[in-house]
């Protein structure tokens, strides 16, 4: 049976994940569940971690939790340092659970413009701690794209872009969803589109009817209409942001094809971005949060 010196926790929206780790650093056992944030309750949050845990800890088992858990409305809520600051701040939260020794990481905030980030800090702090000395923009693709300034070991500014989120919504809540279903591709579409609005961003609500009209007066192929509804927002993102990745040293932590096309938007802007991949980076972020932990026990 496995015995855990700590548990990692990566608790989002939609899923929960967890590492039995050893003090070395070694990963002894995984599991995962669906008992994400927007599927549960605060009073269900114990006995979600409990299910996946429970065999692997003692009441006095250290549990370093970061994401959605430790939003207003996750399990319990975790302060937000400011920018310009470290990615990990050391002022973890401690939800009401006796006979559970959780710690939740703090989140960042930014003032001006307002923004906020809660569980990105710890991939970023992960990152960092694998790619010592590291200058430069850090892009975390999602649902909400982080485009995260990095200098000094210090996160110096970010901006989000709610990219992932007018996919969702445009392609299955409006017109567009009757030109845009399935899951078929278009790189070149996609190619096409994305230089249209990094060019033109001001043509982007046309551009995004043209899509409808095309489908019913031309026959324009699905697969073709979904890679230039994207292309035509990621390329709008890419515009919008070009502060950040102009001139910069970027890193894309992410994987699957959301990662493989900010990859190629930045490369079509000159841009060769390196990779990381996020669960490997979420665990070196704990990992270096659960060492903040320590050293804060012992004075």
């Given at each position: ?6 548990i990692?926790?990566?608790?989002g929206t ?14 002894l056992d ?6 994400g944030m927007?599927?549960i ?32 409305q ?6 937000y340092a ?11 939260a ?23 980030m809660r ?20 892009c ?17 500014s970010?901006?989000?872009?709610m ?29 096409a589109a ?12 046309a ?8 489908g019913l ?22 515009a ?17 094809s ?17 990779q990381?991949q ?12 659960y ?9």
């Amino acid at each position: 049976m496995t015995k855990a010196d700590w548990i990692a926790a990566d608790w989002g929206t939609t899923n929960l994940r967890v590492w039995a780790m050893s003090n070395s650093g070694t990963v002894l056992d995984t599991a995962a569940s669906a008992d994400g944030m927007g599927a549960i309750t605060r009073a269900d949050y114990a006995a979600c971690l409990r299910k996946l845990v429970g065999d692997w800890i003692t009441p006095q088992t250290p549990i370093v939790a970061c994401g959605m858990v430790g939003s207003r409305q996750g399990w319990v809520e975790a302060s937000y340092a400011t920018v310009p600051c470290p990615a990990l701040a050391d002022n973890f939260a401690r939800p009401d659970a006796p006979d559970l020794n959780v710690h939740v990481v703090p989140g960042i905030k930014q003032t001006e413009p307002a923004d906020v980030m809660r569980g990105e800090e710890t991939q970023i702090a992960g990152f960092l701690s694998l790619n010592p000395n590291w200058d430069g923009v850090i892009c975390l693709p999602g649902t909400h794209t982080k485009w995260v300034h990095v200098s000094a070991d210090e996160v110096v500014s970010f901006q989000t872009c709610m990219t992932g989120d007018l996919f969702a919504a445009i392609s299955g809540h409006t017109v567009l969803k009757h030109s845009t279903g399935g899951d078929g591709w278009d790189a070149d579409a996609f190619d096409a589109a994305l230089g249209d609005t990094i060019s033109r961003p001001e043509k982007l609500a046309a551009k995004l009817f043209a899509l409808r009209a095309e489908g019913l007066l031309n026959g324009l192929p699905n697969a073709e209409a979904r890679a230039r509804l994207s292309g035509l927002l990621i390329g709008a993102e890419i515009a919008a942001t070009k502060p950040y990745w102009l001139g910069q040293q970027v890193a894309i932590i992410g994987a699957g094809s959301l990662a493989s096309l900010y990859l190629r938007a930045l490369a079509a802007q000159s841009v060769l971005a390196t990779q990381a991949q996020a669960e490997r980076v979420t665990l070196a972020g704990l990992t270096a949060a659960y060492r903040k932990l320590k050293e804060a026990a012992h004075g």
